[in-house]
């Protein structure tokens, strides 16, 4: 949809690694240093901590060994763009470096190693000295996984299955499919020993489910899975589920299969003080079809480590939402559409602001007519899927909603082939977020959330400027502020990065020079 | 390229910036009361004459004359170059006169008559006292910038810059910075180093192994981090034998002047110190920028923990001296003092020229080398630079002015996302009270910025405003409060 989602991959950067101590000389018959070398980029990403900004990696291949070896050197910046390290070392030459977490005392990369068909865990210290390495193969039940590591990521720069456990170490999880058998594993590594095991679920009902990490306590992996189970219904159930990485075991498994409502979780923040644990999700009632069906509105649950629900507070479209937001019974809000919630911001004076996102569908008018002229044997759908503007809610400490703010972008294109024609609005908005079509990119905020700021792309195209823009909704503690970048560039590709609070991070090559740039900008 | 330097250069980066506040404990806590009175007493007032600082107009016509000067050099040391290599001696050359022309271009050079006269008096004495000198064309200018540092730049020209002029405890110790300088040039250290380099380079040997490595498919790196070990040119900051040959040689050219040879030590010694941080930047931000309307907030000066122990660290190996803005002082001093013991110096003056004139213009340097910062946007800079002076001079209209201009700057480059551009981001290796400056910077947004330079300037208001420097600050400033 955007240039920034098409930056590639690999960018040839001239003697990066050689910090230019050498004149470059350029009489035809003779050589200089960087007419014989250069090195590649061949990822680059952020490093995270408990969803925060800690630095970037920069994986270079900095020298071929032999047919099968590269030498590479995993630059490492802080957040201030410092280097920290440069780690060298030999492997395949067909490695790729998914995604970097830190956990305040080490630093972990997962590799993808295409020669062995492994996923590698490397954990490095203080010093840069590698401590342990995990090493899984991965085969077609972990397809999946690639694929998604193949599109796009959802949130720009932000992890999707590698998180830090604290102190204990990493856990990644992962998409697993065999046949038409689907579930997932949760891979934990330990940065304190050399010990790692992997959580397998069970219970049939699990043959057929989709996890997603959501968070984690000091003893708890947090996800949300989505089951199927053919032996009842054969019905999509929602699941909270807690797994305790101390026992190995799960610790407990919210359905609400005997409540009078439905939630599905979406997102989860632990609570200060308490111990406790704050869901959210949107909520359907009982009967309904969570896939198909619309939802009523959104639920809050605190629940506590050991799973018990301990309080439930709903706001509804109809009632709750209506007052504050233009909306229909159906969560449809006006001009917006359906809203995707992308993130809960708790603030230290316990207010609970909710990130959403509409998408909507919306005639195409191309498809209309390549339908007529194709005679409907076109891959390209009568309508199409909009993603369309911000919405900020906020709740008090009784988690009920006391506002609502649109901020208004421009209606992008998300969908526009015959996917969007068939399926529901639940499908639509996890084939929008799996694909990283919506304009939502991260938030950033200073520790407790006093600060924060939500970053969103848009493409603008006004009589003063046309293209992209890169746009934050700021709150200082006291009120929202808007910003905008406007991100036309003389570089060949341009990205933004996530970065320490307040803060974005430029990242800009330019061909001609092979010449990165990257620069620390504060959002106004 | 910077072989001839006497010290790291400050070309490039803004990563070489090295302070060193010179005051006593005593005195610092004595400036605070002060300050901190004047905040309790709710009406600071600053001179009500405002100040006896205003920034040099720089004369641009005596800059066009003085680069034209220059350029002639150049372009006779273009005519000297051997044929063989010839391009590659160009490129050099070319790329060292660039750097020459940045420093007028960029108006670092300074064009006081009265410090020119100060420098060409200071000058005199050594090639007075050394025939040796007379007939090879070096000229030595003043530079604005702030960095405790001299220079030989090529073409003849020394740049003594005000950072290190101001720190200086008399004029034996300028006089051996001088003479240290123009031992470079004389030994044409430079132009050496380039031609080996060049040599080396085309040389048979490394162009065949080039060749090799570029015709071979794996270990490119290796090979080539191998070959270049054995390689003498590059481009390290701190030749340490060339230091070691313009020491010994300024000595030399030290001793037959009238100035005492223990101003080579005493120098040495001071610049083994001058990246001494003393500046509590903890102590003066909050007493400069907490307002009752808008009170210092703890957050300003908040760190957070940065990846794999704090902000990224230096390694251990031996790295803290090479960092320091000079290094090997202490061994440069070792070395030397037998050399000067031995010998019976013609000299024992600390001043010759002239010691009004000398403290007057380490006076007026503190202030240029604010201004100077300020017009090249290095904000951070400047305003560390400021405070620093202010500390002792909190009544200063200028410096009162300046503190204004450059939050109301900051404040106007976040707006346009160009803060990158204008200040610095923490780094280890700078000092750690101008990393807190930096990390204060970093953590304000918009509005804290508005309302700091807006409450901050009040205080002075209306007592300052017929000040222009301080009045346009101060209206600035409040049309930045405006929402």
Sequence with gaps: MLTRKTILSRLFLAAVLFSQPFRSLHAQSRLSIDKVYSAYLRNSGSILEKGRIKGYFFLYQSDKIDRHTNEYTLQILDENLNKVKNIKFEDS????LLESAYNGSTISFLFKNEDNKTLDMKIYDFDGKMKYAY??????????????????HTDEGMNKN?????????VSVLPMREGKARTYEVDFYSSQTKKQWTYVPSDDAEKYAFAEYLGCTDSLI???????????????????????????????????INDTKIMVPSSVTPMDGTGNIMVMGSFFEKGDNIVKDFSKGLAIYEISTAGKVLTKTYNTWAGDFARYLPTNSKGKIDEVGFLYIHKLIRTPDHKLFVVGEGYKRQANAAGIALAVLARGNTPMGVT??????????????????????????TNNTAIASNISDYNSQHLLANYLKMTGAFDYEFTTGDEGNANFAVCYSDWVRSSDY?????????????????????????????RVFPAKAGSIMILEYYKKDKRLDFRLEKLG | MDDGEMIAPPLKSMKNLRFEPRHSGFLFVFTSLIVSLLLLLGAPFADAQGSDFSPLK??????????????????EELDQIPSKNRKDFLEVYNERWENVKAKFDKQEIYTSVVAQEYLDALVAEITKANPVLRGHPFRCYFSRSGIPNASYIGEGVILFNMGLFQRLDNESEAAWVLCHEISHFLLRHQENGIAKYVATINSEEVQAELHKIKGSEYRKRERLQSLVKGMTFDSRRHSRDHEAQADSMGVELLRNTPYALSGALTALALLDKIDADSLNMAVCLPQLFNSKDYPFQKRWLAKEEGLLGGHAHIGKEGIEDSLKTHPDCLLRMRVLTPVINRIAATGSATFVVDEKRFAELQRIFRYEGIEYAYVSKAYSQSLFLTMDLLRKRPADAYLVAQVGRLLNELYLAQKAHMLSRVTDLPSPEYPAN??????????????????????????????????????????????????
């Design chain 1, 135 to 152: 090493s899984r193969e991965f085969d077609k039940k972990t397809d999946d996984l690639m694929k998604q590591y193949e599109t796009l």
């Design chain 2, 434 to 483: 101008y990393n807190l400056l930096l990390q204060f910077i970093q953590n304000l947004y918009m509005e804290d910025l508005a309302a700091i330079s807006f409450y901050y300037l009040d205080q002075y208001h209306p007592q300052l405003d017929h000040y222009s420097a301080f009045k346009n600050a101060y209206d600035q400033s409040v049309r930045s409060m405006k929402p």
């Design chain 1, 93 to 96: 030459k067909k490695l790729s």
């Design chain 1, 384 to 409: 199409k899927i909009v993603v369309t503007d911000m919405v900020i809610m906020e709740f008090d400490d009784k988690y009920k909603v006391r506002n609502a703010t649109i901020y208004d972008k």
């Design chain 2, 58 to 75: 720089e004369d641009s016509g005596a800059l066009l004359r003085l680069l034209g000067a220059c350029q002639r050099t150049y372009e």
């Design chain 1, 162 to 170: 590698v998180f830090d456990l604290g102190d204990e170490g990493f």
């Design chain 1, 466 to 494: 046309k293209g992209q823009t890169f746009n934050s909704i700021r709150y200082n503690g006291k009120k929202f502020t808007t910003d905008k970048i406007e991100l036309k560039s003389k570089a060949s590709t341009l």
């Design chain 1, 222 to 256: 947090i996800l949300e899975v989505m089951k199927r189970n053919h032996a009842l219904s054969g019905d999509v159930t929602s699941h909270l589920v807690g797994i305790n990485f101390v026992t190995k075991k799960k610790q407990f498994d919210i359905d609400n």
